[in-house]
């Protein structure tokens, strides 16, 4: 019997208001969350993946910005709630961890205080006493070492990484089904990068917590994602499982992204070219300005609908629509003992 998933978004649309004209920053997306499921989203910078990902809690900046479609936690419709609703569920049963554990954390107040403080929020009956040990056994949890005597230490006494891992015990403060987690790695230095991702994993079990992992980093996705979505100038450009990303990336966008991580052929320069304006997006496919395999077919319309290629795997792509032929994109590759592959060259 299959569970409904613990988060439907459909149609999301967040549009903002500037002097220059209305800027779509995220243009009817879809996708789904399940319970204890890890859901990767991928793309280059001002794709639009944190509008996406604060459009789901209404944490994107109002106005400017306008939330529409429909989002669905546990059953309930979450987007058309009043904010005093929404807070319920906002920093309780979805928690949000950000980039830069500095700018959340109060650097006036002791570390031990703040948590202590986000419990007692949370649960107002708590004594502090209590909330104290919940603060140091939660301290425990997220790795950091000698916990009880580190509660009373202020922000700045704590490394880059050891922040996150406070942030990540204020997130889970409120044991949630939800974490978003935006970017959480990227101000740390590689080694610390993976032990939070390790760290995030084992949580993610010990707690059984869906997590929303927002990244421009496709070498952490293959680490931590079990599903993926790629976005591209407010689009889904393609979904898929991990390894359908991995193995048999589609949209010539996910190909390009792929050659771009380290030891691949554009891992020095990048994609060529740069996003479109999301106030005024070409018409047709998004990445057609970029993308090498481009016909006039890809330049008319809207974003192309998305075409399955398995149950879980989907490419809005103009090749893969009948009648065209996607080996043009997925050309195979001879590797030198014959076999033929359908991934990406390195060369
Ligand atoms: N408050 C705002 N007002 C106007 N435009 C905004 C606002 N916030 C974001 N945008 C625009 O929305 C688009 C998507 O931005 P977003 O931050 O979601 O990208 P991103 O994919 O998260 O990129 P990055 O990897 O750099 O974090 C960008 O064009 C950005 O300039
Ligand atoms: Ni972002």
């Not at 509660?151 to 204020?170: C, N, T, W």
């Amino acid at each position: 019997m299959s569970e409904e998933p613990l988060l439907t978004v459909e149609g999301l649309t967040t549009e903002f208001t500037t002097d220059n004209g209305v800027l779509t920053a995220v243009d009817g997306i879809d996708f789904e969350i399940e319970r204890g499921e890890t859901l990767c989203l991928v793309g280059e910078s001002g794709s639009g993946k944190t509008v996406a990902s604060e459009s789901i809690t209404r944490i994107v900046p109002t106005p400017p910005g306008e939330v529409t479609g429909s989002v669905t936690f546990d059953g309930q419709e979450i987007i058309s709630m009043s904010e005093s609703e929404l807070k319920e569920i906002r920093g309780g049963r979805i928690a949000h961890v950000f980039q830069n554990p500095q700018d959340a954390l109060n650097h006036c107040y002791t570390v031990g205080w703040q948590i202590v403080e986000a419990i007692q929020t949370h649960e107002p009956n708590t004594s502090k006493q209590e909330a104290r040990e919940r603060a140091v056994g939660l301290l425990n949890d997220v790795g950091v070492a000698n916990a009880a005597a580190r509660l009373d230490d202020y922000p700045h006494e704590f490394s880059g990484g050891q922040k996150q891992r406070v942030m990540i015990a204020m997130a889970l403060v409120t044991n949630p089904d939800l974490l978003i987690a935006d970017e959480p790695t990227t101000a740390l230095d590689v080694t610390v990068q993976a032990q939070i991702l390790n760290l995030l994993e084992e949580l993610q079990e010990e707690y059984n917590m869906s997590i929303l992992f927002v990244t421009h980093d496709l070498g952490v996705v293959a680490g931590i994602a079990d599903q993926v979505v790629v976005m591209y100038a407010g689009k889904v450009m393609e979904r898929g499982g991990v390894h359908e990303i991995f193995d048999e990336p589609s949209h010539p966008y996910t190909r390009a992204l792929l050659e771009c991580l380290p030891g691949k052929s554009r891992s020095a320069e990048g994609i060529p070219g740069s996003l479109p304006s999301p106030i005024s997006p070409p018409d047709g496919c998004r990445f057609a300005p970029r993308c090498d395999y481009a016909v006039e077919e890809c330049r008319a319309g809207d974003q192309p609908p998305e075409e399955p290629l398995s149950e879980s795997h989907a490419v809005s792509c103009v090749h893969y629509q009948q009648g065209y032929d996607p080996a043009v994109i997925r050309e195979e590759v001879v590797q030198e003992d014959g076999a033929t592959t359908g991934g990406v060259s390195s060369d």
